[in-house]
């Protein structure tokens, strides 16, 4: 596990209370990655527009928005909407035995161009008392995401917003290729975030590192990927994501209200392990219906803590 | 007879695949059937007009030798040694797709992490080992140079195809009136770049 930054942490900021963008300058961004030896970096974002010494936002914003799309190609290969699918049914299965309250809200934290809720309103079959939520600091990907869900008449919302500070709050959260990028006291911050009263559960899918993962990595972003900052950062995540262990840890200690395992770390009952794994955590009384409707997948959960 | 026509299915299919993959990674929306069955159609249309050309080059090496009978043999003995190389290929990849109408996520993405992924890496060795195969053992310039240049095509064709999704050559909300496929990377919703 590295904690090297990847291009798309570097090209964007954004105000953590208003969710101002804030400019960023390409020079600082070159030395960050001259200064971590991460060449291959340096020469994507020194072919990046700037204006004034400044990265052009709308130009960084289009390249955002065509990673994304080439990062759904992947999702979509890998049946990743079904991937989250077959665990979120089960789990508002078993929410509705308990009786929660409605509606009951899916957000997806870190959205991007909304992929995982879009196929979810499409394709998910999850019910009429279900919301589904997308969000992300940055605007165009939110638009995007929410002009494409227009385009194809799809029941789902997109906020520009830090999801854990809307009005409406969230009954499970879910990422997708997005907790990595939260490294040491962050990540547990992170966590602490989801202790929020109505909230009963999370599910966030990452990358599994493993030995294999880094050339598995290369090789589908080498033959899929078509962006050099998505091959980059799709490889890198791969190496930098983080183990069970650490999630594990982290989870427990910032949100020390849920339950928390690991789910679908190995392929069956051989040694092979999972391209991503699942850290999922639940409200102590929620577990044992979500168990039960997880039916034979519950083999496939780690021992919860 | 037989050799060429496999090798015209082995075309075809490959350019049907070559549209596909030029067309994924560029819709962002969830359905995407016919988007998809389009992009395969122009591939394998594309397909014809490169296998024309390759026909009409090596009907030209038969008719201009002076012995047309053993151009015609060494011509047949270069399509075997491809297929032996090619047929294989294909056979996997037609296997994988076998496996992947099985409704299962974990078979599907091992199709794609065992097969459809390492193949697609694979595919310009291939596609070389097997005219390579063909060029060397045929001993013959001309038909040496008409082999490059269809090796050439069959690894352009990719390329080829996916221009048209560059820039302002595409537009992606013309697309979705067709048939609701519109198209969301090059930035529909953001200023097009120029």
Same mark, same amino acid.
């Given at each position: 596990m590295r904690d090297e930054d990847e291009i798309s942490d570097l090209i964007v900021r954004f %105000?953590?209370?208003?969710l101002q963008r804030l400019p960023v300058r390409k020079h600082d961004v070159l030395t960050a990655f001259t200064a971590a030896g991460n060449e291959r970096a340096a020469r994507i974002v020194s072919a990046m527009p700037e204006r004034d010494g400044v990265l052009v936002p709308e130009a960084v914003d289009r390249l955002l928005v065509r990673v994304h799309c080439e990062m759904q190609r992947i999702s979509e290969e890998f049946q990743h909407g079904h991937r989250v699918a077959e665990l979120l049914r089960p789990l508002l299965e078993a929410l509705r035995v308990q009786g929660v309250e409605r509606p009951l809200r899916v957000v997806d934290v870190g959205c991007g161009t909304g992929f995982v809720v879009r196929w979810l309103a499409a394709? #998910? @079959?999850? #019910?009429?008392d279900v919301e589904l939520i997308g969000a992300d600091y940055n605007r165009a990907l939110v638009d995007e995401a929410a002009r494409l869900a227009a385009s194809e008449g799809l029941a789902a919302q997109f906020v520009n917003a830090n999801v854990f500070t809307l009005t409406e709050p969230a009954t499970v959260f879910l990422t997708t290729g997005?907790? *990595? *990028?939260f490294r040491g006291p962050d990540l547990v911050e992170f966590f602490r975030q989801h202790e929020q009263p109505r909230a009963a559960a999370f599910l966030h899918f990452d990358f599994q590192p493993s030995v294999l993962a880094p050339f598995g990595s290369w090789l589908f972003h080498a033959v899929r990927m078509r962006e050099p900052l998505a091959r980059h950062d799709g490889v890198l995540s791969a190496v930098r994501a983080h183990t069970a262990a650490t999630l594990l840890e982290a989870a427990r200690r910032g949100s020390p209200g849920y339950s928390t395992a690991m789910y679908s770390t190995r392929l069956g009952f051989l040694p092979i392990p999972r391209s991503f794994h699942t850290l999922v955590g639940v409200r102590p009384g929620l577990r044992a219906a979500f168990m039960e409707k997880l @039916?034979?997948?519950? %083999?496939?959960m780690g021992p919860f803590a | 007879m037989s050799v060429a026509l496999a090798l015209y299915a082995l075309a075809t299919v490959d350019a049907a695949f070559c549209g596909y993959r030029a067309a994924a990674g560029r819709s962002a929306l969830i359905a995407k059937r016919h988007y998809y069955q389009r992009a395969m159609l122009r591939g394998a249309l594309w397909g014809q007009v490169a296998v024309a050309a390759a026909a009409g080059a090596l009907l030209a090496f038969v008719l201009s030798s002076s012995e047309p009978t053993e151009a015609w043999h060494k011509l047949y003995a270069a399509g075997r040694r491809m297929l032996i190389v090619y047929l294989p290929y294909a056979g996997l990849i037609l296997v994988a797709f076998a496996a992947r109408a099985v409704p299962s996520v974990d078979v599907r993405s091992l199709t794609s992490t065992l097969v459809f992924g390492p193949m697609t890496l694979l595919r310009p060795f291939v596609a070389v080992a097997g005219m390579g195969w063909a060029i060397a053992s045929s001993q013959d310039p001309l038909l040496g140079a008409i082999g490059i240049g269809v090796l050439a095509l069959m690894l352009s064709m990719e390329t080829l195809l996916g221009l048209r999704y560059r820039g302002s050559a595409w537009d992606p909300e013309a697309e979705a009136a067709s048939d609701r496929c519109a198209a969301g990377a090059p930035g529909s919703g953001l200023p097009r770049e120029r």
């Amino acid at each position: 596990m590295r904690d090297e930054d990847e291009i798309s942490d570097l090209i964007v900021r954004f %105000d953590a209370v208003t969710l101002q963008r804030l400019p960023v300058r390409k020079h600082d961004v070159l030395t960050a990655f001259t200064a971590a030896g991460n060449e291959r970096a340096a020469r994507i974002v020194s072919a990046m527009p700037e204006r004034d010494g400044v990265l052009v936002p709308e130009a960084v914003d289009r390249l955002l928005v065509r990673v994304h799309c080439e990062m759904q190609r992947i999702s979509e290969e890998f049946q990743h909407g079904h991937r989250v699918a077959e665990l979120l049914r089960p789990l508002l299965e078993a929410l509705r035995v308990q009786g929660v309250e409605r509606p009951l809200r899916v957000v997806d934290v870190g959205c991007g161009t909304g992929f995982v809720v879009r196929w979810l309103a499409a394709r #998910g @079959g999850l #019910g009429a008392d279900v919301e589904l939520i997308g969000a992300d600091y940055n605007r165009a990907l939110v638009d995007e995401a929410a002009r494409l869900a227009a385009s194809e008449g799809l029941a789902a919302q997109f906020v520009n917003a830090n999801v854990f500070t809307l009005t409406e709050p969230a009954t499970v959260f879910l990422t997708t290729g997005v907790i *990595h *990028h939260f490294r040491g006291p962050d990540l547990v911050e992170f966590f602490r975030q989801h202790e929020q009263p109505r909230a009963a559960a999370f599910l966030h899918f990452d990358f599994q590192p493993s030995v294999l993962a880094p050339f598995g990595s290369w090789l589908f972003h080498a033959v899929r990927m078509r962006e050099p900052l998505a091959r980059h950062d799709g490889v890198l995540s791969a190496v930098r994501a983080h183990t069970a262990a650490t999630l594990l840890e982290a989870a427990r200690r910032g949100s020390p209200g849920y339950s928390t395992a690991m789910y679908s770390t190995r392929l069956g009952f051989l040694p092979i392990p999972r391209s991503f794994h699942t850290l999922v955590g639940v409200r102590p009384g929620l577990r044992a219906a979500f168990m039960e409707k997880l @039916g034979q997948r519950a %083999d496939r959960m780690g021992p919860f803590a | 007879m037989s050799v060429a026509l496999a090798l015209y299915a082995l075309a075809t299919v490959d350019a049907a695949f070559c549209g596909y993959r030029a067309a994924a990674g560029r819709s962002a929306l969830i359905a995407k059937r016919h988007y998809y069955q389009r992009a395969m159609l122009r591939g394998a249309l594309w397909g014809q007009v490169a296998v024309a050309a390759a026909a009409g080059a090596l009907l030209a090496f038969v008719l201009s030798s002076s012995e047309p009978t053993e151009a015609w043999h060494k011509l047949y003995a270069a399509g075997r040694r491809m297929l032996i190389v090619y047929l294989p290929y294909a056979g996997l990849i037609l296997v994988a797709f076998a496996a992947r109408a099985v409704p299962s996520v974990d078979v599907r993405s091992l199709t794609s992490t065992l097969v459809f992924g390492p193949m697609t890496l694979l595919r310009p060795f291939v596609a070389v080992a097997g005219m390579g195969w063909a060029i060397a053992s045929s001993q013959d310039p001309l038909l040496g140079a008409i082999g490059i240049g269809v090796l050439a095509l069959m690894l352009s064709m990719e390329t080829l195809l996916g221009l048209r999704y560059r820039g302002s050559a595409w537009d992606p909300e013309a697309e979705a009136a067709s048939d609701r496929c519109a198209a969301g990377a090059p930035g529909s919703g953001l200023p097009r770049e120029r």
